[in-house]
């Protein structure tokens, strides 16, 4: 993103949407079930809640998997940034 306050560009996106989607990749290297709740979260706006349906698993699975996948999304693009 641009730090002069301006809008970021097209190439910015894009370079920041590769790089959600290679953390996503890694994740699924984790849990293959990880990058789908998280895109059913960030993507589809899915609601906690909904997102088990979808899965075909429970809320108790669901909401583990969820804080774990923001925590590492989180700390890997801050990882990221700083290199």
Known sequence: MSH???????????TELRE???????MGRIDPVLPRG???KISEGLKT????????CSLRTVGP?????????????????RL
Not at 20 to 26: G, H, I, S
Request: no cysteine.
């Open 4 to 14: 002069s306050g301006d809008p970021p560009t097209l190439r910015q996106l894009m």
């Open 20 to 26: 959600v989607e290679d953390l996503l990749e890694r």
């Open 38 to 40: 998280v895109r059913m």
């Open 49 to 56: 809640e909904e997102i088990p349906v979808q899965l075909g």
């Open 65 to 81: 998997q969820w804080e774990f996948g923001r925590t590492w999304r989180r700390e890997a693009m801050s990882l990221s940034a």
